[in-house]
């Protein structure tokens, strides 16, 4: 199981999809109980980058990041 406290194998994703240059600068953000997240700051710009938990149907807000990708570029 990967450690989602670390952004090391997030920042491979990213540099696999050619988001993510040698250099960036990741700001580890306050907040969420499930979920971590970064501000990541790049020479292309600043992005924030969300690491998902466990998906689970529970609770109030659940944890769904289908759900939450919908919502985000709804428009």
């Given at each position: 199981m990967?450690?989602?406290?670390?952004?090391?194998?997030?920042?491979?994703?990213?540099?696999?999809a050619g988001?993510e240059?040698d250099g960036?600068?990741?700001?580890?953000l306050?907040?969420?109980?499930?979920n971590r997240?970064?501000?990541v700051?790049?020479?292309?710009?600043?992005?924030?980058v969300?690491?998902?938990?466990?998906?689970?149907a529970?609770?109030l807000?659940?944890t769904d990041?289908?759900a939450?990708?919908?919502?985000?570029?709804?428009?």
């Amino acid at each position: 199981m990967k450690d989602i406290a670390s952004p090391a194998w997030q920042a491979q994703v990213l540099a696999a999809a050619g988001l993510e240059p040698d250099g960036a600068r990741w700001q580890p953000l306050p907040g969420g109980r499930v979920n971590r997240v970064w501000r990541v700051e790049t020479a292309a710009g600043t992005v924030a980058v969300k690491a998902y938990g466990p998906v689970t149907a529970r609770g109030l807000f659940p944890t769904d990041p289908q759900a939450e990708w919908a919502a985000l570029t709804a428009g």
